[in-house]
Nanobody, 122 residues
Framework: EVKLVESGGGSVQSGGSLRLSCAAF????????MGWFRQAPGKEREGVATIDSDGSTSYADSVKGRFTISQDNAKSMLYLQMNSLKSEDTAIYYC????????????????WGQGTQVTVSS
């Protein structure tokens, strides 16, 4: 079992930056593929970025060049650095983990955090 707790959300103006953090507790070895997802009001949850246990990363086209996913295995932490934020980035951001290696479909991720709100004002 893995418990995930996100932090770092907030309100920022367009063009600004935020860094989201996700702390993982429990059987960390079960978190081979980790990722960030987001859900805007009235929309489905969508993938933002993933990182595999070997460090390889993948990004949604909408955030490429602006967001960076990283992890600190020693501290059991996952991060999402978000730069050049746009109003369309406004959403609840979720951290997720799965025991299997990436790539993983959204529905396959076994563990989810509660989410943290990111609001970008223009």
């Amino acid at each position: 079992e893995v418990k995930l707790v996100e932090s770092g959300g907030g309100s920022v103006q367009s063009g600004g930056s935020l860094r989201l953090s996700c702390a993982a507790f429990g059987h960390i070895y079960s978190a081979q593929c980790m990722g960030w997802f987001r859900q805007a009001p009235g929309k489905e949850r969508e993938g933002v970025a993933t990182i595999d246990s070997d460090g390889s990363t993948s990004y949604a086209d909408s955030v490429k060049g602006r967001f960076t996913i990283s992890q600190d295995n020693a501290k059991s932490m996952l991060y999402l650095q978000m730069n050049s934020l746009k109003s369309e980035d406004t959403a609840i951001y979720y951290c997720a983990a799965d025991p299997f290696r990436c790539p993983r479909a959204k529905v396959d991720f076994r563990y989810w955090g509660q989410g943290t709100q990111v609001t970008v004002s223009s």
